[in-house]
């Protein structure tokens, strides 16, 4: 019942949604989420006054919609007081959806520093020591304190941080922990074939080549 009873009360990003959902990790979730299609109605008759400028409204809307934030613009200031310390590849599509969702969150909370590995200014020297290829291979988190926390000990903090941490409670628990550990880490070994990318080895060549053309400091993308 209390979780009926939140599942009503939750809302996210101005809409109703069923936080029981959270309870899946969104590198599972492949086939939950599909666009649907938005319809306009009007109480008023077609006759009425208005109506005509409503329609030009809608219209000048569709024409002009809100361009999407580019990857690495920052959603909001870096939390000064940030908890934990979230390393995420922002060149990961299914991984994105979850670090939006956080970073969603986080405007609430600014507890959560999020920092793309993939950026060409990421820098392991502030990161405790972790290169790219580390990060990589699983999901690493750092504490206020410098403590790294990996797997699903790191979503279990991150959720902790904004409200949501009832969602991976029962990983701290066997038999869970380990089937919960075994699931992400077939996720995390073919995370990058399930995105259709090249092997991590084929990753870190192009990263290295890339270094070497752009050596003048330019920001360059690796190539699709």
């Not at 949604?17 to 492949?30: D, E, R």
């Not at 550990?181 to 990753?203: D, F, H, M, N």
Request: neutral net charge; proline residues 7%; aromatic residues 8%.
């Amino acid at each position: 019942m209390a979780l009926r009873a939140a599942a009503t009360a939750c809302k996210f990003g101005g809409r109703q949604i069923n936080p029981t959902l959270f309870a899946i990790p969104l590198y599972l979730q492949l086939k939950l989420h599909h666009n649907q299609p938005q319809t306009f109605t009007s109480a008023a008759p077609i006759h009425q006054p208005g109506f005509k400028s409503a329609i030009r409204a809608i219209s000048g809307a569709a024409a002009d919609p809100i361009t999407p934030p580019k990857k690495g613009d920052d959603q909001e200031p870096t939390p000064q007081n940030w908890k934990i310390k979230m390393l995420y590849d922002g060149d990961c599509p299914l991984c994105m959806r979850e670090v939006d969702m956080l970073r969603e969150r986080n405007k609430l909370y600014g507890t959560i520093k999020f920092v793309d590995i993939s950026s060409d200014d990421y820098s392991p020297e502030e990161n405790q020591g972790l290169d790219y290829k580390t990060v990589m291979g699983n999901i690493h988190a750092i504490l206020s304190d410098g403590t790294v926390v990996t797997d699903v000990e790191a979503f279990r903090k991150l959720y902790e941080q904004v409200g949501l941490g009832w969602v991976y409670a029962v990983t701290k628990y066997e038999p869970i922990a380990t089937i919960a550990g075994a699931i992400y880490g077939v996720w995390a070994k073919y995370r990058l074939q399930i995105t259709g990318r090249p092997p991590l080895e084929e990753v870190l060549e192009l990263r290295k080549k890339k270094g070497e053309v752009c050596k003048d400091g330019n920001a360059c993308k690796l190539p699709e």
